[in-house]
Structure formats: structure tokens, C-alpha cells
């Protein structure tokens, strides 16, 4: 056989089976659409902040600093305090997030959060607020 015997064997064989692959392709097209557009678009970043833990002592730059046994607990506190719900909550006052439709909740997203433990209603509050 040569290659355009294949070519029309092939759109032979799609013409015949083009009710099967619509009942098979479409359902699974369709439920694709509908997953890709009831998600709201997540947006994530990240940062690397360096937190300088020696004293410095601006009369004597060239003085030796040590760095005590507290530093590594008070860097772990600072971290807790930025990942913390009231700070998360302020920064999307100030923000005004809750008004933006980007950022906007619905009601599939309130289930979401829901089931991942967080309250959408404190959000809500806090935009209100």
C-alpha cells in the first residue's frame, strides 16, 4: 500500500466511526470546558527575604558582632507573623481585593475554601469591614 491508500483508509474509517468518536469526544470536551472555566485563575509568588539578625552598632561599623541562641526563634516568629490570618486578611483590605473581580469569590470557590478548612466568610467580613 502506499501512503495515500493509508491516508484514505483512515478517513474511511474516522467517516464511519464519527457517530462513536462524537459520543465519546464530546461529553469529555465538554467536561474539560466546564472544569477549565469554573476555576478561578490562583495566582501564587513567592519571595526570598533575608532577615539580618547581628546588632549593628553605627558608631563602631567595625566592631564584632555575635549572633545569639534567640536569633533562629525570633526569625521563625517573624515568618508565623506574615503567614498569619490577620495579616493575610489586612493586605486584602488595604488591598481592596474583595472588589476587584479578579479576586472576586463564588459560590464554587466558597465550597473550595470551605473544604480546605478556610473561612470565606472572615474574608467576606474583612472586605466588608
Known amino acids: 500500500m502506499n501512503d495515500v491508500e493509508d491516508v484514505r483508509m483512515l478517513i474511511g474509517l474516522a ?10 469526544g464530546l461529553p469529555i470536551f465538554l467536561l474539560s470546558l466546564v472544569i477549565v472555566f469554573s476555576f478561578t485563575p490562583r495566582y501564587t509568588a513567592q519571595s526570598l527575604v533575608l532577615v539580618d539578625t547581628s546588632s549593628k552598632n553605627l558608631l563602631d561599623p567595625d566592631a564584632a558582632t555575635t549572633s545569639g541562641p534567640t536569633d533562629n526563634s525570633r526569625v521563625e516568629g517573624e515568618v508565623r507573623i506574615i503567614q498569619s490570618d490577620a495579616v493575610v486578611l489586612e493586605a486584602i483590605r488595604d488591598g481592596k481585593l474583595l472588589s476587584d473581580p479578579e479576586f472576586a ?14 473561612a470565606a466568610d472572615a474574608i467576606r467580613r474583612c472586605g466588608a469591614g
Open 105 to 118: 469569590l463564588n459560590r464554587f470557590n466558597d465550597r473550595l475554601l470551605s473544604a480546605a478548612g478556610l
Open 15 to 24: 467517516h464511519r466511526q464519527a457517530r462513536t468518536i462524537l459520543l465519546v
